[in-house]
Structures are given as structure tokens and as C-alpha cells.
């Protein structure tokens, strides 16, 4: 069926660490296999577990991997529950969502992100989330995921772009839900100076937007030349073997620095609303320079040169940009 769209059937975000087992018994589920990283483990379920780190993902016979189990957990940051969405699909199982911080939009999404481009598989049947939990994660993995959320107001621009440009197919009500979730987290945090209410804002803003994808079928929503600029410093990081750890959320900050420069230079984005993407990434601590990313100056030019060719996706990068005037454009958006 085309258009079916598959969502979490249940979604829990409150203090209660026993919430699992009572979703667990809703779905009738009893024998999960807990996936989880060495940090996180402390948080999982009284399961039989796997570190992610022991999963051989080129592996041909994934299923070993699960064999016996009727569901599988994934427990911690994007790469636990990455890994644990990744099996359970592969093996048919249902997969359980429990995210121990609030890093990137993988929480509620029908995306595995390993490597590009991303593959889109069945959403979490179930997204637990134990807001203690969440609350006490370091505070750069929660200002990570104001910078994937805040992406989504030029992924939108983008997919906007590509529906006027080459006539590509696109979904109003994930566009404007999309769109609004990123605006009103934005709002909230340059409204709120004590942002005593961000993770349990975030985290319901990273669940909504793995939401939209599953709306539209694809992670447009979510996923634009800010994205394509993230996955180029990952690609070149590989191809420099660079040691810079920035992380997926913090690239798409950046990112979504210069795409909102570019759609405010095309008139689809106002000065105002550009300026308020970096205000409000620097008011919860996201970096907002490639310095602070991490990366040299002609890594980050590299990376915008290459970006519109990361994979096939419109966007206002269309068909790339001389390493001239991605340097220039670095510099007038302050990135470098
Ligand atoms: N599916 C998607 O849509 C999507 C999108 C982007 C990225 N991803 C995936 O997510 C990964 C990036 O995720 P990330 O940015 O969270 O980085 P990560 O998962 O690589 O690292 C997060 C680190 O924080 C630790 N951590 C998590 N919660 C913690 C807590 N409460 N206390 C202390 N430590 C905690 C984890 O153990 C891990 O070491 C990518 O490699 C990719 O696999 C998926
Ligand atoms: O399709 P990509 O670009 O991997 O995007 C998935 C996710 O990172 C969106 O926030
Ligand atoms: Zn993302």
C-alpha cells in the first residue's frame, strides 16, 4: 500500500521508570533484547542485552542477533536506538524506542541514519521516554537536538523550493507541522531564559518530527541543505580521518546557519527569523561556527562544495556552489 503511514502506536513521556514494562505487557510483548551503549546501560530495562558496539551491522546473518527474542529495545542515544530500530526491522520484530537523552529526531522516526542516505524502515511501536532520565543527560546531547529541530524550518524551505523548482511532490500538513513544532521550540527557547522546561520541550518536538516523516514518507521534513552540509563534514571526516567529534545535531545547527542565510538572500525566510535560528542555538549552548565545531576553515568551504551532491535531494544548494562563493558565504553568515 502507497500511503500508508505507520506511526508509535504508544507514546509515554513522563517520570516513570516502570513504564516500559506496562507497555511491554500492553503489546504483549516478553522477551525483549535490550540494545544499549556502555554509558546508558544503567537506564536499561531488567533484560537480556546487547552493546551496540558488539554489532557487527555488516553481519549477513543479523538475525542470530535476535533469534529467540519477540522485540527488541533500543536503549540511549541516536546510535543505540539507530542500531536497535535497525535489527528489529531486519528481523521483523517490533521495536521499542527508549531514548536516554534528546540528540537527534531517530526517537520516533521510521529512519536509520548509519550511513547516507538514510534508509527508511517501520517507526518504534513504541517511544518510552522517562523525563528524569532525560533531564539529567549532558547538556551538549540536549543542545545537539535543538540544532536537528531547528533544522526542520529550512528542510521545509527546501521541500518548499523543490515543489516550486522541478515540481517535486509534497505534503502540506507534514510541511506546516513540521515547520511549527521547530518554530514554537524556537519561540519557547528565546522566551524562556531559564528554559526550565527545554528537554521535555525538545524531546515532544523530536518525537513530532520523526512523526512528520512517517506523514510524508520520507525525511524531507526534516532533512535539507543543512543536512546535506552535516552529512558532507561526515563524509570528509572519514576521507581526512579527522578527529573532530562533533555530533550529528551540532553539524545540522551549523547547517542550518548558512541554509537560512541563503533562503534569507532569496526572500523565503525573513532577516528576523534567520537571526533568531542563531540567537536561539547559541542560547541553549549548540555551536554556531565551524570553530566551535570543530573543523578547519577549508574543510567546512570543502564541505559546502560538495554538500548538493551528498545525495540526490533539490535544495537551494541546486547545483552547487563554486569554493569561492562558499567562502564567501561563510563569511557573511559568520560561519567562518
Ligand atoms: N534515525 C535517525 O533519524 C537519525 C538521525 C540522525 C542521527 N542518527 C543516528 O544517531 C547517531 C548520532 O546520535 P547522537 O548524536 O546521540 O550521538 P551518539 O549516539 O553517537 O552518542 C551519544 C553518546 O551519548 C551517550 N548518552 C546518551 N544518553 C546519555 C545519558 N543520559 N547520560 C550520559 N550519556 C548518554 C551515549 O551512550 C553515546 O555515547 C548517528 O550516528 C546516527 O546513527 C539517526
Ligand atoms: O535523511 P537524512 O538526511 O539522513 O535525515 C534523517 C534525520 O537526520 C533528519 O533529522
Ligand atoms: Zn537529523
Same mark, same amino acid.
Given at each position: 500500500m502507497e500511503k500508508m503511514i505507520t =506511526?508509535?502506536?504508544?507514546?509515554? @513521556? &513522563?517520570? #516513570?521508570?516502570? %513504564?516500559i514494562y506496562e507497555i511491554l505487557s500492553k503489546l504483549n510483548l516478553k522477551n525483549p533484547l535490550v540494545v544499549v551503549g556502555k554509558s546508558t546501560k544503567k537506564y536499561a530495562p531488567d533484560f537480556e542485552y546487547i552493546y551496540y558496539s558488539d554489532i557487527n551491522l555488516e553481519d549477513s546473518d543479523i538475525k542470530n542477533i535476535t533469534k529467540g527474542y519477540d522485540s527488541v529495545i533500543g536503549v540511549g542515544g541516536g546510535r543505540s536506538i539507530d542500531?536497535?530500530?535497525?535489527? %528489529?526491522?531486519?528481523? /521483523? =520484530?517490533?521495536?521499542?524506542?527508549?531514548? !536516554?537523552?534528546?540528540?537527534? &529526531?531517530?526517537?520516533?522516526?521510521?529512519?536509520?541514519?548509519?550511513?547516507?542516505?538514510?534508509?527508511?524502515?517501520d517507526p518504534p511501536i513504541a517511544v518510552v521516554v522517562d523525563l528524569n532520565i532525560i533531564r539529567k543527560s549532558p547538556k551538549r546531547l540536549?543542545?545537539? /537536538?535543538? /540544532? &536537528?529541530?531547528?533544522?526542520?524550518? !529550512?528542510?521545509?524551505? #527546501?521541500?518548499?523550493? %523543490?515543489?516550486?523548482? =522541478?515540481?517535486?511532490?509534497y505534503s502540506e500538513s507534514s510541511a506546516i507541522f513540521s515547520k511549527t513544532i521547530a518554530e514554537e521550540l524556537m519561540d519557547y527557547v528565546l522566551r524562556d531564559i531559564h528554559l526550565s522546561h527545554y528537554p521535555e520541550k525538545l524531546v515532544k518536538a523530536l518525537i513530532g518530527s520523526g512523526i512528520t516523516i512517517s506523514i510524508a514518507g520520507s525525511t524531507r521534513p526534516a532533512s535539507g541543505s543543512e543536512h546535506l552540509f552535516s552529512h558532507a563534514l561526515d563524509y570528509l571526516k572519514k576521507?581526512?580521518?579527522? &578527529?573532530?567529534?562533533?555530533?550529528?545535531?551540532?553539524?545540522?545547527? @551549523?547547517?542550518?546557519?548558512?541554509?537560512s542565510y541563503l533562503h534569507y538572500k532569496e526572500d523565503n525566510l525573513s532577516y528576523e527569523d534567520m537571526e533568531n535560528i542563531r540567537l536561539s542555538l547559541k542560547r541553549v549552548g549548540a555551536p554556531t561556527t565551524g570553530k566551535k565545531l570543530g573543523f578547519e576553515e577549508e574543510i567546512l568551504i570543502e564541505a559546502l562544495t560538495i554538500a548538493h551532491a551528498i545525495r540526490k535531494r533539490y535544495t537551494i544548494l541546486r547545483k552547487g556552489i563554486s569554493k569561492e562563493r562558499a567562502e564567501e558565504i561563510l563569511k557573511e553568515c559568520e560561519v567562518i
Amino acid at each position: 500500500m502507497e500511503k500508508m503511514i505507520t =506511526i508509535p502506536r504508544y507514546i509515554v @513521556v &513522563d517520570e #516513570d521508570r516502570n %513504564a516500559i514494562y506496562e507497555i511491554l505487557s500492553k503489546l504483549n510483548l516478553k522477551n525483549p533484547l535490550v540494545v544499549v551503549g556502555k554509558s546508558t546501560k544503567k537506564y536499561a530495562p531488567d533484560f537480556e542485552y546487547i552493546y551496540y558496539s558488539d554489532i557487527n551491522l555488516e553481519d549477513s546473518d543479523i538475525k542470530n542477533i535476535t533469534k529467540g527474542y519477540d522485540s527488541v529495545i533500543g536503549v540511549g542515544g541516536g546510535r543505540s536506538i539507530d542500531i536497535g530500530k535497525y535489527i %528489529a526491522y531486519q528481523t /521483523g =520484530i517490533p521495536f521499542i524506542s527508549m531514548p !536516554t537523552t534528546a540528540s537527534n &529526531d531517530g526517537i520516533a522516526s521510521p529512519v536509520v541514519s548509519l550511513r547516507q542516505p538514510s534508509i527508511l524502515v517501520d517507526p518504534p511501536i513504541a517511544v518510552v521516554v522517562d523525563l528524569n532520565i532525560i533531564r539529567k543527560s549532558p547538556k551538549r546531547l540536549l543542545s545537539a /537536538g535543538f /540544532g &536537528d529541530m531547528v533544522s526542520n524550518i !529550512t528542510a521545509v524551505l #527546501d521541500w518548499k523550493l %523543490a515543489h516550486r523548482e =522541478i515540481g517535486e511532490g509534497y505534503s502540506e500538513s507534514s510541511a506546516i507541522f513540521s515547520k511549527t513544532i521547530a518554530e514554537e521550540l524556537m519561540d519557547y527557547v528565546l522566551r524562556d531564559i531559564h528554559l526550565s522546561h527545554y528537554p521535555e520541550k525538545l524531546v515532544k518536538a523530536l518525537i513530532g518530527s520523526g512523526i512528520t516523516i512517517s506523514i510524508a514518507g520520507s525525511t524531507r521534513p526534516a532533512s535539507g541543505s543543512e543536512h546535506l552540509f552535516s552529512h558532507a563534514l561526515d563524509y570528509l571526516k572519514k576521507k581526512y580521518e579527522l &578527529d573532530v567529534d562533533s555530533l550529528h545535531g551540532e553539524q545540522c545547527g @551549523v547547517g542550518t546557519i548558512i541554509s537560512s542565510y541563503l533562503h534569507y538572500k532569496e526572500d523565503n525566510l525573513s532577516y528576523e527569523d534567520m537571526e533568531n535560528i542563531r540567537l536561539s542555538l547559541k542560547r541553549v549552548g549548540a555551536p554556531t561556527t565551524g570553530k566551535k565545531l570543530g573543523f578547519e576553515e577549508e574543510i567546512l568551504i570543502e564541505a559546502l562544495t560538495i554538500a548538493h551532491a551528498i545525495r540526490k535531494r533539490y535544495t537551494i544548494l541546486r547545483k552547487g556552489i563554486s569554493k569561492e562563493r562558499a567562502e564567501e558565504i561563510l563569511k557573511e553568515c559568520e560561519v567562518i
